[in-house]
């Protein structure tokens, strides 16, 4: 099948490539704008590789997303470019909307004109909000409460939009939070990872007992294929890993993995919205023949283990724009913050 993959240079997308690559059947074609995130470095072990075609563009860019129609013969699209950190959303969100919605929609307009047999739609499950108690499902109500939720939201109702309008056949997933190699050093896991190597304080929001459902990177390619591959269009898919933890707890392992003390740990002012916890049903997608194969603690060790090892990888990304982005963010808060550690 011959597939564009977007936002093939970032985190999730790097990985769903090399693992579409590695299935002989499949050409990959990706396009990534390369904004701050994407990298090339996460595609070198693919540089020459007669079935992946790397394009430099934009989403929102309508005549280069026509012309990758018109010169690769898509077959199936999935949409993994996105802006997709809450921190940054709050403070610039113009750039999410213009991405996560816009862009969606110059996607699938292409893709509808060019009738591919599938779309992909690689969502979150932040759409559903703050879980107080139980798990979300996928027809529940969209409860978005920042401005990359929200703009994730808006891209999905796009994307049911053209299924129930053109029944062009598009489904939806909604991961989880997602960690392991090549993820870019300003997410919860790989900052605290690098930071607690450097000795620099680890800064929990709030009170830290903030909780998340932990996804491996290779469990959340492996449903994105299988939904790709088994699901039904018109369909939303949740993908979870079954893993609830508090911050607190996983800055905890982090910092025990790496030898280090609990005195790096800070308390600094918390995230304005911040979501107290996600928690999804992944029933309809396990039913349908998928399930996670990481554990947590293993998934988390060879994370802890990969940034300990490529260090050349994310101390180029940690010595340029983000260091002006990590004092903006950080900066005050952690002058202010307070030692965990009585
Ligand atoms: O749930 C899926 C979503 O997970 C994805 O759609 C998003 O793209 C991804 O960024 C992630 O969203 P979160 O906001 O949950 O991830 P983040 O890594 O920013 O934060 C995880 C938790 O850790 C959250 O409760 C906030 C907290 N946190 C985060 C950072 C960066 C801290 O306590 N301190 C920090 O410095």
Redesign the pocket.
Same mark, same amino acid.
């Given at each position: 099948m011959r597939i564009l993959v977007t936002g093939g240079a970032g985190f999730i997308g790097s990985h769903l490539v090399r693992r579409l690559v590695a299935d002989e059947q499949n050409v990959v074609v990706n396009l990534d704008a390369l904004r701050y995130s994407g990298n090339l470095e996460n595609l070198a072990d693919l540089v020459g590789h007669p079935r992946h075609t790397f394009v430099r563009g934009d989403i929102c860019d309508v005549k280069a997303v026509e012309d990758v129609f018109r010169e690769h013969g898509i077959a199936a699209v999935i949409n993994c470019a996105a802006e997709?950190?809450?921190?940054r959303s709050i403070l610039d969100p113009d750039q999410f909307a213009r991405t996560d919605v816009i862009g969606t929609g110059v996607l699938l307009e292409a893709s509808r004109k060019a009738k591919v047999t599938r779309f992909l739609q690689v969502s979150?499950?932040?759409v559903y909000g703050s879980v107080e108690r139980g798990h979300s499902k996928e027809g529940d109500v969209l409860d978005p409460r920042s401005p *990359?939720s929200a703009s994730?939201a808006g891209g999905d109702l796009l994307v049911r939009s053209y299924w129930t309008t053109y029944r062009f056949p598009a489904l939806i997933t909604r991961?989880?939070?997602?960690y392991g190699p090549n993820q870019y050093p300003?997410?919860?896991?790989p900052?605290f990872i690098t930071n607690a190597i450097d000795d620099q304080p680890l800064?929990?929001?709030g009170d830290?007992r *903030?909780r998340?459902d932990w996804l491996s990177v290779f469990d959340h390619c492996s449903g994105i294929e299988h939904a790709l591959r088994q699901g039904e269009p018109g369909t939303i898919y949740n993908i979870g890993g079954g893993n609830e933890r508090e911050?607190i707890a996983v800055a905890e392992t982090i910092l025990s993995r790496l030898g280090k003390p609990k005195s790096l740990l800070r308390f600094v002012q918390d995230?304005p919205g911040?979501d107290r916890r *996600?928690a999804i049903d992944c029933g309809r997608l396990r039913e349908s023949g998928w399930a996670p194969a990481v554990s947590f603690e293993e998934g988390l060790r060879a994370t802890i283990d990969w940034y300990r090892d490529n260090q050349t990888w994310w101390r180029k990304i940690k010595s340029g724009e983000f260091r002006t982005y990590y004092e903006q963010m950080y900066g005050q808060r952690l002058k202010d913050g307070t030692s965990c550690v009585s």
């Amino acid at each position: 099948m011959r597939i564009l993959v977007t936002g093939g240079a970032g985190f999730i997308g790097s990985h769903l490539v090399r693992r579409l690559v590695a299935d002989e059947q499949n050409v990959v074609v990706n396009l990534d704008a390369l904004r701050y995130s994407g990298n090339l470095e996460n595609l070198a072990d693919l540089v020459g590789h007669p079935r992946h075609t790397f394009v430099r563009g934009d989403i929102c860019d309508v005549k280069a997303v026509e012309d990758v129609f018109r010169e690769h013969g898509i077959a199936a699209v999935i949409n993994c470019a996105a802006e997709t950190h809450v921190d940054r959303s709050i403070l610039d969100p113009d750039q999410f909307a213009r991405t996560d919605v816009i862009g969606t929609g110059v996607l699938l307009e292409a893709s509808r004109k060019a009738k591919v047999t599938r779309f992909l739609q690689v969502s979150t499950d932040e759409v559903y909000g703050s879980v107080e108690r139980g798990h979300s499902k996928e027809g529940d109500v969209l409860d978005p409460r920042s401005p *990359y939720s929200a703009s994730k939201a808006g891209g999905d109702l796009l994307v049911r939009s053209y299924w129930t309008t053109y029944r062009f056949p598009a489904l939806i997933t909604r991961g989880s939070n997602t960690y392991g190699p090549n993820q870019y050093p300003e997410k919860f896991i790989p900052l605290f990872i690098t930071n607690a190597i450097d000795d620099q304080p680890l800064p929990l929001y709030g009170d830290g007992r *903030y909780r998340r459902d932990w996804l491996s990177v290779f469990d959340h390619c492996s449903g994105i294929e299988h939904a790709l591959r088994q699901g039904e269009p018109g369909t939303i898919y949740n993908i979870g890993g079954g893993n609830e933890r508090e911050n607190i707890a996983v800055a905890e392992t982090i910092l025990s993995r790496l030898g280090k003390p609990k005195s790096l740990l800070r308390f600094v002012q918390d995230r304005p919205g911040h979501d107290r916890r *996600y928690a999804i049903d992944c029933g309809r997608l396990r039913e349908s023949g998928w399930a996670p194969a990481v554990s947590f603690e293993e998934g988390l060790r060879a994370t802890i283990d990969w940034y300990r090892d490529n260090q050349t990888w994310w101390r180029k990304i940690k010595s340029g724009e983000f260091r002006t982005y990590y004092e903006q963010m950080y900066g005050q808060r952690l002058k202010d913050g307070t030692s965990c550690v009585s």
